[in-house]
DNA sequence: CGTTACCTGAAA
DNA sequence: TTTCAGGTAACG
């Protein structure tokens, strides 16, 4: 379910909903165990009881809840994770898993249809850094690290886009969207894109993941804010899920193949293959 | 490097 | 009934 503008909304909205509230409680169901990766229920409440929430912060597509005694809470929502703040007395709903219970009587619950979940107790949130790219909304994130990331990858210029130790918040809609507005192939071998093609990739980016977020996310199935509410970008997007649909520039159908093992969208004809062998359009 | 597994619901 | 799913880790 979320990439980067999806997990930075929901991050948005917690801060404003829960920053300064203590936990006081945790309610885990059966289900919901699977989430800890195997630490105990009882481990994991002795770390977060009666500590304050005093940030929340996001890394890629991680969420971190900064406690006041210095460790970090750090949720990874996978495909179908949800956390939404509830007054504590509301129905728990369909896939409720977990919720963690709030010094103001409301909760901050967690609902995961397929599980792929993970919650996690980390003394030092920088290890993430080992594991993840840059974020590709900081000043770091230059030109130049984006080049530096693609040299000499032989791999679709997509699958390399997806790997969360190149670039990190990527995934598949935004990385369809990107390559869609940079007009490039998402099968082109990433080590051969030219300067002026990893320039243009490098906006794109930026440019669909802040849309993204202004739009408050991109709802396809699951995707709600820290508050229930859907994000109102899917409405805004070029190629991802249109399949069939006239591409905007140039009115050729948007074609869905697959790469990687995921589902791709572009516009054949603003996106040609033309970087090595011959074009390609379907498949 | 590509493929599979992890789960389960929703859509085709 | 079958296929597909916005993510990632673990395979071979």
């Known amino acids: 379910m979320p990439e980067l503008p999806e997990v930075e ?169 990107a390559l869609h507005l940079a007009r490039i192939h998402p099968r082109r071998s990433a080590g051969t894109l030219t300067r002026d093609e990893v320039a243009r990739l490098h906006a794109a980016i930026r440019i669909a993941l802040d849309k993204g977020i202004a739009n408050f996310g991109t709802t396809f199935r699951s995707f709600v804010n820290a508050f229930g509410g859907e994000g109102r970008n899917r409405e805004h997007l070029l190629v991802y899920g249109r399949r069939g649909e006239p591409c905007a520039s140039c009115g050729t159908p948007i074609a869905r193949i697959v790469v990687g093992g995921r589902g791709t969208h572009l516009c054949p004809t603003c996106q040609p293959f033309d970087g090595e062998g011959d074009a390609d359009a379907g498949r």
């Open 9 to 177: 909304t929901i991050r948005r909205g917690l801060a404003e909903a829960v920053r300064g509230r203590r936990i006081v409680g945790i309610r885990m169901t059966p289900a919901g165990e699977r989430l800890l990766r195997g630490v105990p229920t009882e481990a994991f409440l002795a770390r977060v009881r009666g500590r304050r929430i005093d940030d929340i912060r996001r890394r890629g597509k991680y969420l971190l809840f900064a406690l006041d005694d210095g460790a970090t809470f750090v949720a990874h929502l996978r495909m179908t994770g949800r956390f939404e703040v509830e007054p504590g007395d509301a129905p728990d709903g369909p896939f409720f898993r977990a919720a963690l219970q709030l010094d103001d009587g409301r909760e901050l619950r967690w609902r995961d249809a397929r599980r792929f979940g993970t919650w996690a107790i980390c003394d030092e949130p920088a290890a993430l850094d080992a594991r993840l790219g840059p974020e590709p909304l900081d000043e770091d994130f230059t030109i130049d690290r984006l080049a530096g990331a693609l040299a000499g990858r032989r791999a679709p210029i997509k699958a390399v886009l997806l790997d969360q130790r190149r670039v990190a918040g990527l995934g598949n809609i935004y990385v369809d969207e």
